[in-house]
C-alpha cells in the first residue's frame, strides 16, 4: 500500500488597493501638514510685520489690517537709514568679523572633528565631553571674562578680538556636528585609503573633507546667524563708532520716544537679508547635514 501526499498551494490575493502599505503613512502625513502650515503661516506673520512696517512713511504711522501692513507704502526710511548711517562701513565690519569667524570654525572644527574620530587620541571621551559642556554654556555669562581677557591681550576695541571670541565659541558645535558626519563615513575607507599610502592628512584633505560638505554647510549656517546676529558681544568689546557692526546701528533709533519706528524696522530688514540668502542659497546642504546628524 503506497501513500501519496497532495501538495496544495494557498494562494492569498493581492491587496491592490493599498490601503495597509500607503493609507496610513498618507493620514500622517496629511496631519502633519494640517498641524505644520498653521504653524509656518503663524512664524511668518513677526517677518511679514516687520518688512511692511519699514516701508511705513514717517509722516503717515497708520496702518492697516491688524497692523501688518502701512496705510501707505514707501521706502523712504531706507533712504534715511542710508544718509543718517555709513551702512556700507558697518556692512564691511559684520562681513569682517564673520566671514574669518565662519572660516576658521569650519576649518578647525572639521580638523578636530576628525581626529576625534578617526585617529588615536588620549582622553578623546574627556574632550568630547567638554565640548558637549560647552554648548551649555550661555554667552551672557562669559561677558566680563571675554572683556578681561581681550584687554589683556590688548584686542580690546578690534575685529580681532571679536573673531576669535565667535571662533572659540563656534568650535564645539562644529566638533559635534562635524565627527557625527565623519563617523556615518565607513571605516573600510579610512582602512583602504591607508593600505593605499595616505597619510592622516591627505586622508582628511581628500576623502573626508568633501564628503562631510552637508555638515560643513550647517556649521557655516549656524556660525554666521551667530557672528552676524550678534548684538551684546560687540556692544561690550567695540567702543569705536567707526568699528561698529551693522547690528549696533539700531541704537541710534532708541530712546523713550521713539520717532522713527519706520527706520527702525528698515535696518532690521538689512540685518537679515544676508543670512537669508545664504540660507536659500545652502538649503540643500543644510537639509543633508542635519539628516546626517540625527543619523
Known amino acids: 500500500m503506497t501513500a501519496t501526499s497532495e501538495t496544495r498551494t494557498l494562494i492569498v490575493p493581492k491587496d491592490t488597493s493599498g490601503r495597509h502599505r500607503h ?7 496629511g496631519w502633519l501638514h494640517f498641524v505644520l502650515v498653521p504653524l509656518a503661516v503663524l512664524w511668518l506673520v513677526p517677518i511679514i510685520m516687520v518688512v511692511g512696517l519699514s516701508m511705513m512713511p514717517p509722516n503717515n504711522p497708520s496702518t492697516q489690517f491688524f497692523g501688518l501692513f502701512p496705510a501707505e507704502f514707501s521706502v523712504k526710511n ?7 548711517n555709513p551702512i556700507l562701513l558697518h556692512l564691511l565690519n559684520s562681513l569682517l568679523i564673520t566671514v574669518p569667524s565662519v572660516l576658521l570654525v569650519c576649518l578647525l572644527g572639521s580638523m578636530t ?5 578617526r585617529l588615536r587620541v588620549p582622553l578623546k571621551a574627556l574632550i568630547f565631553g567638554v565640548l558637549i559642556l560647552a554648548l551649555i554654556l550661555p554667552m551672557s555669562s562669559i561677558v566680563v571674562a571675554t572683556f578681561r581677557i581681550l584687554q589683556s591681550m590688548q584686542l580690546y576695541n578690534n575685529l580681532l ?6 571662533s572659540a565659541l563656534g568650535l564645539p558645535f562644529a566638533v559635534i556636528i562635524i565627527r557625527t558626519s565623519y563617523l556615518a563615513i565607513p571605516l573600510e575607507t579610512y582602512e583602504a585609503a591607508r593600505l593605499d599610502g595616505a597619510n ?3 586622508i582628511f584633505w581628500r576623502i573626508y573633507l568633501p564628503l562631510g560638505k552637508p555638515a560643513l554647510a550647517v556649521v557655516a549656517v549656524w556660525q554666521t ?12 568689546t567695540l567702543g569705536d563708532n ?8 539700531p541704537l541710534a533709533y532708541r530712546g523713550m520716544y521713539l520717532s522713527q519706528p519706520g527706520a527702525l524696522f528698515a535696518i ?8 537669508v540668502l545664504l540660507f536659500i542659497f545652502i538649503q540643500k546642504y543644510l537639509v543633508n547635514g542635519l539628516s546626517g546628524a540625527i543619523k
Open 242 to 249: 567707526a568699528l561698529k557692526p551693522l547690528t549696533l546701528v
Open 78 to 84: 531706507y533712504l534715511a537709514i542710508w544718509d543718517q
Open 23 to 29: 493609507g496610513a503613512p498618507g493620514r500622517r502625513v
Open 268 to 275: 532690521l530688514v538689512l540685518i537679515s537679508i544676508p543670512v
Open 113 to 117: 572633528a576628525f581626529a576625534l574620530a
Open 161 to 166: 578680538g571679536l573673531v576669535l571670541v565667535y
Open 225 to 236: 546667524m551667530m557672528s552676524w546676529n550678534d548684538f551684546l558681544l560687540p556692544l561690550v
Open 200 to 202: 592622516s592628512w591627505q
